[in-house]
T-cell receptor, first 110, second 115 residues
Framework: QKEVEQNSGPLSVPEGAIASLNCTYSDRGSQSFFWYRQYSGKSPELIMFIYSNGDKEDGRFTAQLNKASQYVSLLIRDSQPSDSATYLC??????????FGQGTTLQVKP | GAVVSQHPSRVICKSGTSVKIECRSLDFQATTMFWYRQFPKQSLMLMATSNEGSKATYEQGVEKDKFLINHASLTLSTLTVTSAHPEDSSFYICSERSASSHGYTFGSGTRLTVV
């Protein structure tokens, strides 16, 4: 079992729709959860972080965390073509290391 | 927020030569540097963790004699790929965990091509 799992996609949504990205993790001792966006050939950029169960909203982005289910998600409202990228879920586990999922490719079609 | 300066951004080298990648932290509270490798269409794989003045901790399966990490000062960590081979061609990214920012800050990455 991989430590952090994501569906690689591609996930295709029309412009203006809600994109839903999901991630599961195996280390129950994990405390911090991050979503990064990565454009081709570039390094990741932080979009959201979440530490507590529940929802956290920042503009068009909402991160959701359910520690009991070991599940974290990212919702992107009013998706734009510029949101097209690979979204990486990352988890800081009990060892303190930041472990990445394989990433989900999002395509937002005009 | 914290900034990490990584260079070179792109390097092409001949098989058998060594390449050094530098990451310089502009956050003087930074303590730990992480080195990742990313193959095309794959995720970031943690290679090693370095702290100032101590030996790096390598992940399982990463050859410490091939990927030399030096963290001699608080703000500078280097990764040297020794005797590079075409299979070492990859995107190498450093990241620091800083007390002054949430999570981690990434360098801009180094695209290594070994011919």
């Amino acid at each position: 079992q991989k430590e952090v799992e994501q569906n690689s996609g591609p996930l295709s949504v029309p412009e203006g729709a809600i994109a839903s990205l999901n991630c599961t993790y195996s280390d129950r001792g994990s405390q911090s959860f991050f979503w990064y966006r990565q454009y081709s050939g570039k390094s990741p950029e932080l979009i959201m972080f979440i530490y507590s169960n529940g929802d956290k909203e920042d503009g068009r982005f909402t991160a959701q965390l359910n520690k009991a289910s070991q599940y974290v998600s990212l919702l992107i409202r009013d998706s734009q073509p510029s949101d097209s990228a690979t979204y990486l879920c990352a988890v800081r586990g009990s060892t303190g290391k930041l472990i990445f999922g394989q990433g989900t490719t999002l395509q937002v079609k005009p | 927020g914290a900034v990490v300066s990584q260079h070179p951004s792109r390097v092409i080298c001949k098989s058998g030569t060594s390449v050094k990648i530098e990451c310089r932290s502009l956050d003087f509270q930074a303590t730990t540097m992480f080195w990742y490798r990313q193959f095309p269409k794959q995720s970031l794989m943690l290679m090693a963790t370095s702290n100032e003045g101590s030996k790096a901790t390598y992940e399982q399966g990463v050859e410490k004699d091939k990927f030399l990490i030096n963290h001699a000062s608080l703000t500078l960590s280097t990764l040297t790929v020794t005797s590079a081979h075409p299979e070492d061609s990859s995107f190498y990214i450093c990241s620091e965990r800083s007390a002054s920012s949430h999570g981690y800050t990434f360098g801009s990455g180094t695209r290594l091509t070994v011919v």
